[in-house]
Nanobody
Framework: QVQLVESGGGLVQAGGSLRLSCAASKSIFAISNMAWYRQAPGKQRELVATITRGGSMNYADSVKGRFTITKDNAKTTVYLQMNSLKPEDTAVYYC??????????WGQGTQVTVSS
């Protein structure tokens, strides 16, 4: 029932910034957490950042200090502010929402390409 739509990806120079958004088609009831993942070609999908219902945030070591995850409960939207981007950040970024019952929702992904 829930549709997640990512936006904000694109081409950016190394050292630049992007802000990704993930909007749900409707409000999500009883979501335990939301998250951003990324996947580069030939690589496994990697957890980038998570945020709980209470607002607790966690980050992968590779992005800690550079990326910030936030959410807007009224809009049922999660954001990923990405600063100091590196070429190795190039990937398709996916948002994820998990209900307290374990149901997972995924967006279709948005491409982020960081040039040297």
């Amino acid at each position: 029932q829930v549709q997640l739509v990512e936006s904000g990806g694109g081409l950016v120079q190394a050292g630049g910034s992007l802000r990704l958004s993930c909007a749900a088609s409707k409000s999500i009831f009883a979501i335990s957490n939301m998250a951003w993942y990324r996947q580069a070609p030939g690589k496994q999908r990697e957890l980038v950042a998570t945020i709980t219902r209470g607002g607790s945030m966690n980050y992968a070591d590779s992005v800690k200090g550079r990326f910030t995850i936030t959410k807007d409960n009224a809009k049922t939207t999660v954001y990923l502010q990405m600063n100091s981007l590196k070429p190795e950040d190039t990937a398709v970024y996916y948002c994820n929402a998990a209900s307290i019952t374990g149901v997972l929702y995924w967006g279709q992904g948005t491409q982020v390409t960081v040039s040297s």
